[in-house]
T-cell receptor
Framework: DQQVKQNSPSLSVQEGRISILNCDYT??????FLWYKKYPAEGPTFLIS?????DKNEDGRFTVFLNKSAKHLSLHIVPSQPGDSAVYFC?????????????FGTGTRLQVTL | KAGVTQTPRYLIKTRGQQVTLSCSPI?????VSWYQQTPGQGLQFLFE???????NKGNFPGRFSGRQFSNSRSEMNVSTLELGDSALYLC?????????????FGEGSRLTVL
């Protein structure tokens, strides 16, 4: 049972345009959401997060939106740059008090073209 | 400061063998968790250790085990290897084992089972 779903395995965007990566979840106990970026041969690196008490969090070119009623979140990258080409994982955490048990999606490979 | 270090980076085993993977967390981090990454499945939580105690466990068979030492270094062991155990095994550390703590991942140990 995939509790966190990233239905688009890949996405191609031109440099300078907006990249929108989507993520859906099914578990209403999730209250904290994160995005990780992964380059080949490297471990995932934390990108941005959002608590369920918010509906938007912004950090430079990256903005995460959370729609709790739809159980949907999205990551916007504006403007997209070639260095953003990577696999992006959406992750969610329940309110069990433990930091490390994240439930990850299957990832979306973003390619930013020139 | 040094990041999360995983050894070995690559290894090949045959079915039925066992394997031990090692993880050294970031200095000062006491929480270590392990994830398995396979194509199409994303990252799946294996277990989490904090202060030498297993605090959480994912849905993996008993062939998967782990431990944490007093210096916070952690090892995971997989016994009686199966072909399906071929994956990238990622270790992550965090400063605290409570909600809100950011995870820092190592580069992973890529296991191939023949």
């Amino acid at each position: 049972d995939q509790q966190v779903k990233q239905n688009s395995p890949s996405l191609s965007v031109q440099e300078g345009r907006i990249s929108i990566l989507n993520c859906d979840y099914t578990n209403s106990m999730f209250d904290y959401f994160l995005w990780y970026k992964k380059y080949p041969a490297e471990g995932p690196t934390f990108l941005i997060s959002i608590s369920s008490i918010k509906d938007k969090n912004e950090d430079g070119r990256f903005t995460v939106f959370l729609n709790k009623s739809a159980k949907h979140l999205s990551l916007h990258i504006v403007p997209s740059q070639p260095g953003d080409s990577a696999v992006y994982f959406c992750a969610a955490r329940g309110n069990t008090g433990t930091a490390s048990k994240l439930t990850f999606g299957t990832g979306t490979r973003l390619q930013v073209t020139l | 400061k040094a990041g999360v270090t995983q050894t070995p980076r690559y290894l090949i085993k045959t079915r039925g063998q066992q394997v031990t993977l090692s993880c050294s967390p970031i200095s000062g981090h006491r929480s270590v968790s392990w994830y398995q990454q396979t194509p199409g499945q994303g990252l799946q939580f294996l277990f989490e250790y904090f202060s030498e105690t297993q605090r959480n466990k994912g849905n993996f068979p008993g062939r998967f085990s782990g431990r944490q030492f007093s210096n916070s270094r952690s090892e995971m062991n997989v016994s009686t290897l199966e072909l399906g155990d071929s994956a990238l095994y990622l270790c992550a550390s965090s400063l605290v084992a409570m909600a809100g703590g950011e995870l820092f991942f190592g580069e992973g140990s890529r296991l191939t089972v023949l």
